[in-house]
């Protein structure tokens, strides 16, 4: 298992330009995060999905559309980059059995530069 | 809204003492506090977590403890090893979240130093 996967690795836009950066998971879990984490403040929840076909805000939304694509697939958009969007961005999952359904795994992050 | 507080910002230990990260919670409805380990360029790794109905946790050299009162929880690293360095992250639920599906607010971190 390969657990959760993101691409790309590292970005880098201009400011006003759109993008999606994409996250899947092979572990079944029913639910899905996108983080975001900046120096000296640890990890903020952008969006989540708590089952396929569902999104909520999290933390700090604005400036971000996720889609839920499939039970795998959760991706993040960002319409118009701005530097304030320079950030490590994550994915996270989680569901499995019980007694471990709310464990969230991560993936490797997708490190984004907005200039 | 729910904040989680954590300290130290950085630790340094000699290898072999033990670490002891610290971390408050605001919100009393909070029942799953799960701590990361994230090393450099990697993302975080679950190692240890505890939910409400627990007061302490242990997986080897790792244990957790849970002051519900006091609304307080902290990590205990023994024996300490030089692969043990990296920034370790504390979390709470955030009110709202339910069974599978948690929102999580994380803690500042921690970089936990093992010098050899």
């Known amino acids: 298992n390969a657990g959760v996967t993101q691409t790309p690795k590292f970005q880098v836009l201009k400011t006003g330009q759109s993008m999606t950066l994409q996250c899947a998971q092979d572990?079944?879990?029913?639910?899905m995060y996108w983080y975001r984490q900046d120096p000296g403040m640890g990890l903020r929840l952008i969006y989540y999905?708590?089952?396929?076909?569902?999104?909520d805000k999290g933390e700090v939304p604005n400036g971000y559309n996720v889609s839920r694509l499939n039970k795998r697939e959760f991706s993040l958009r960002l319409e118009s980059a701005a530097p304030s969007q320079t950030s490590v961005y994550f994915c996270?999952?989680?569901?499995?059995?019980?007694?471990?359904?709310?464990?969230?795994?991560f993936g490797p992050g997708t490190r984004l530069t907005v200039t | 809204g729910e904040n989680v507080e954590q300290h130290p910002s950085t630790l340094s230990v000699q290898e072999g003492d033990s670490a002891v990260i610290k971390c408050t919670y605001s919100?009393?409805?909070?029942?799953?506090f799960p701590w990361y380990k994230q090393e450099l360029g990697k993302g975080p790794q679950l190692i240890i977590d505890i939910r409400s109905n627990v007061g302490e946790k242990k997986d080897q050299r790792i244990a957790v403890t849970l002051n519900k009162t006091a609304k307080h929880f902290s990590l205990h690293i023994t024996e300490t090893q030089p692969e043990d360095s990296a920034v370790y992250f504390c979390?709470?639920?955030?009110?709202?979240?339910?069974?599978?599906?948690?929102?999580?607010?994380f803690g500042t971190g921690t970089l936990l130093a093992v010098q050899p």
């Open positions: 919100d009393s409805a909070s029942n799953y």
């Open positions: 979390a709470a639920t955030l009110r709202g979240g339910s069974g599978a599906t948690n929102k999580l607010i």
């Open positions: 999905s708590a089952s396929e076909g569902t999104t």
């Open positions: 996270a999952s989680s569901g499995g059995p019980p007694g471990r359904r709310g464990e969230q795994y």
């Open positions: 572990m079944n879990h029913n639910s």
